[in-house]
């Protein structure tokens, strides 16, 4: 099993209910954003250019993803950097706006996200396995993917290895 299928059918293990998949579409990419603007300051100034928190976790995370495969990587990349510029765009509107949006963003897309696991009856797969919170991320841009008819390999090996996950 490729490292990919490895992540993606570990995770799949913790949703299975279709309600707790659709949660996921909305409280992933949620909390994806929070924390982008929530690390989009400090900024600093490098010649011409601007580094935050946010660009720098963005480069990180991108860098896992092209290394787990290039087609989701370029995809995750390409979000990562949407993500960091509007958390820039919010962390400039002013202290009280950035941390209500960046905030608000992070509670309610948390706020779905156990929703979902309580329609599963089952914990977040992070808590047994701290890279689900990377995974996550991926999960939805793979299940969006799928859902349009992208990648059946993948989705057919991910359906072959998915292992139950310990509770």
Avoid at 70 to 96: I, S, Y
Avoid at 121 to 134: C, H, S, T
Wanted: hydrophobic share 55%; glycine share 10%; aromatic share 10%.
């Amino acid at each position: 099993m490729t490292p990919l299928i490895r992540h993606l059918a570990s995770y799949a293990a913790y949703h299975r209910d279709h309600r707790n998949v659709l949660t996921h579409m909305i409280g992933i990419p949620l909390i994806a954003f929070a924390v982008e603007v929530l690390a989009s300051r400090p900024v600093v100034a490098i010649g011409a250019m601007v580094m935050t928190p946010a660009i720098l976790l963005s480069a990180l995370a991108a860098i896992f993803y092209l290394r787990l495969d290039l087609r989701f990587g370029l995809v995750m990349t390409v979000l990562l950097a949407l993500g960091a510029w509007a958390g820039l765009v919010v962390a400039a509107t002013g202290r009280g706006a950035y941390l209500s949006v960046g905030v608000g963003a992070f509670a309610v897309g948390w706020a779905i996200q156990f929703l979902g696991h309580y329609y599963e009856g089952r914990k977040p797969a992070f808590l047994d396995d701290i890279r689900g919170l990377i995974i996550g991320p991926l999960f939805v841009v793979a299940e969006i993917g799928f859902l349009i008819g992208a990648r059946p390999e993948i989705r057919t090996a991910i359906d072959r290895g998915q292992f139950p996950a310990s509770s």
